[in-house]
C-alpha cells in the first residue's frame, strides 16, 4: 500500500505564500501525470494544477500566474508554490499520484493539508 502525505499548509493573510508538498512511501509517480486538487466547504473538488511525466505543467485559470506545481521523481514528491493567495484558495488540497487526461485522479491520495486565506 501506498502512502501518500501532503504538508505545508496553514493560515496566512491574503498576498501570502505557501508551499505544499507531496510525498509517497514509494515510487508511484514514474510515467504519470500527477498534481493538486482541493476542495473548499459545501463545494466539489477541483482540480488545481497537474504536471507530466515531460514536467508540463497545466493550471485551472483561477491560479494562472500565481501558483508554480513542480515534482521531483527521485523523492517521489509533488510541490505547489502558491503565491499572491486570496480568500478564495481556501479549501484542503489533496495531490493524487496520476491523472488522467480527462482530469480524472485515479492514483492514490493523501488526506489532504488545510489551506486557509484571510482577508
Known amino acids: 500500500q501506498v502512502q501518500v502525505v501532503e504538508s505545508g499548509g496553514g493560515l496566512v493573510q491574503a498576498g501570502g505564500s505557501l508551499r505544499l508538498s507531496c510525498v509517497a512511501s514509494?515510487?508511484?509517480?514514474?510515467?504519470?501525470?500527477i498534481g493538486w486538487y482541493r476542495q473548499a466547504p459545501g463545494k466539489q473538488r477541483e482540480l488545481v494544477a497537474t504536471?507530466?511525466?515531460?514536467?508540463?505543467?497545466n493550471y485551472a485559470e483561477s491560479v494562472k500566474g500565481r501558483f508554480t506545481i513542480s515534482r521531483d521523481n527521485a523523492r517521489n514528491a509533488v510541490y505547489l508554490q502558491m503565491n499572491s493567495l486570496k480568500p478564495e484558495d481556501t479549501a484542503v488540497y489533496y495531490c493524487?499520484?496520476?491523472?488522467?487526461?480527462?482530469?480524472?485522479?485515479?492514483?492514490?491520495w493523501g488526506q489532504g493539508t488545510q489551506v486557509t486565506v484571510s482577508s
Open positions: 504536471i507530466s511525466s515531460g514536467f508540463d505543467p
Open positions: 493524487n499520484t496520476n491523472i488522467l487526461r480527462n482530469g480524472l485522479g485515479v492514483g492514490y
Open positions: 514509494r515510487s508511484t509517480f514514474t510515467g504519470n501525470t
